[in-house]
């Protein structure tokens, strides 16, 4: 069975939004090497949206490099209410129940299964105990608003599974979801 691995950027005040505005100065060679663990673990990508469409717009146009060329050449599953499809960027739009179409894809043969972002989609997964391994990167910075982390969600209990710390002073702290 294949993991489920999310990787979540976040502020001290607990912000996920713009990680592009607030992350730049602590994006070093332990963040490159940790995010490359992470990817070239995976097979496939899980992302909702917005995530999507702001990778496939920020990512798709790029190559030359051995990250760049994995991520543009997974295949990405996208849960979506509001495409109609998603077939650029090797995109695959899940319809109908989400919870049911990625408990199906964690059955089948593979690596693991990537999600960035944090949002909607989360609530589902979480709710249905499908995120195997939460990968939250806690940045040293505070970004005064935006969406918070994991905002809606009922009470969760997390096992804490590892801490990684980067000279940088970014935390990765990685959590199982409790049964």
Aim: proline share 3%.
């Amino acid at each position: 069975m294949r993991k489920l691995v999310e990787s979540t950027f976040v502020t001290l005040d607990g912000v996920i939004s713009d990680p592009h505005v607030w992350g730049p100065p602590y994006w070093d060679e332990e963040h490159n090497a940790y995010s490359a663990k992470l990817l070239f673990g995976a097979d496939a990508l899980l992302l909702g949206r917005e995530t999507y469409e702001g990778f496939a717009e920020a990512w798709g146009g790029r190559s030359g490099d051995e990250y760049t060329d994995r991520i543009n050449g997974l295949p990405k599953y996208v849960a979506s209410t509001t495409l109609k499809e998603a077939t650029a960027w090797n995109g695959n739009l899940i319809e109908g129940d989400v919870a049911a179409a990625v408990a199906e894809l964690k059955q089948q043969p593979g690596q693991s299964i990537l999600k960035y972002g944090s949002g909607r989609l989360d609530r589902t997964l979480i709710a249905n105990k499908l995120i195997d391994e939460l990968h939250l990167w806690v940045f040293p910075v505070v970004a005064g608003g935006g969406d918070r982390l994991l905002d809606g969600l009922d009470l969760t209990h997390f096992e804490l599974l590892e801490t990684t710390r980067f000279k940088s002073g970014i935390i990765v702290l990685t959590y199982g979801v409790k049964a």
